[in-house]
């Protein structure tokens, strides 16, 4: 989980998007990054809501399988 709940994002991102404030009045009202809130601003206006969700994350192999590759490197370099 990020450091900002998605509640929170939308919450501020609407704040910025109603146009009373500048993006770095909002951003200190709020006590958020100036560049995250540009960020979550922009995926808002290209996604809605969904644009300021949570993101998945790539998942990596174990290690057995790296080692797996640095085998077949071996492999192909001794002939």
Known sequence: MGKYSE????????DYCSGTA?????ARRHDVDVTS??????????????????KARATYRS???SDRHVGLLYQRWDG
Do not use: I, Q
């Not at 500048?22 to 909002?26: A, D, I, Q, R, Y």
């Not at 601003?41 to 949570?54: D, F, K, M, N, P």
């Open 22 to 26: 500048g993006l770095k009045v909002v």
């Open 37 to 54: 809130l540009r960020k979550w601003v922009a995926g808002y206006r290209s996604h809605g809501a969904a644009g300021v969700r949570e």
């Open 7 to 14: 509640e929170t994002k939308l919450a501020v991102v609407k």
């Open 63 to 65: 290690r057995p399988d």
